[in-house]
């Protein structure tokens, strides 16, 4: 079982920047996938990025390429989503997610396991 909160959401101007982090306990990322996921109000929930355990292989939505990086930390058990550039359409609660196979694609419901959140709000 995997256990995993994010960190580092918040109020920023359009243009600005944040990092999420994401920790997990019970296991490691590894031989896992790990990802991003977020749901605007009203919205459906949607992929951002994905990052394999094994290749390091990356995948960004087109909304957020050149503006969103997704690295991870194997030694921290930590993944990280450092946001710039940030639009008042990137607002939304952001979400980790991990899978124990690997995986390369956006789709929310390939994950198996999933934090709670942390709310990101871009405005001026």
């Known amino acids: 079982q995997v256990q995993l909160v994010e960190s580092g959401g918040g109020l920023v101007q359009p243009g600005g920047s944040l990092r999420l982090s994401c920790v997990a306990s019970g296991s490691t990322f590894y031989y896992s996938t790990g990802g991003w996921f977020r749901q605007a109000p009203g919205k459906e929930r949607e992929g951002v990025s994905s990052?394999?355990?094994?290749?390091?292989?990356?995948n960004y939505a087109d909304s957020v390429k050149g503006r969103f990086t997704i690295s991870r930390d194997d030694a921290t058990n930590t993944m990280y989503l450092q946001m710039n550039n940030l639009k008042p359409e990137d607002t939304a609660i952001y979400y980790c997610a991990t899978r124990r196979s690997p995986y390369y694609g956006l789709d929310p419901s390939a994950m198996e396991y999933w934090g709670k959140g942390t709310l990101v709000t871009v405005s001026s």
């Open positions: 990052i394999s355990g094994s290749s390091g292989r990356t």
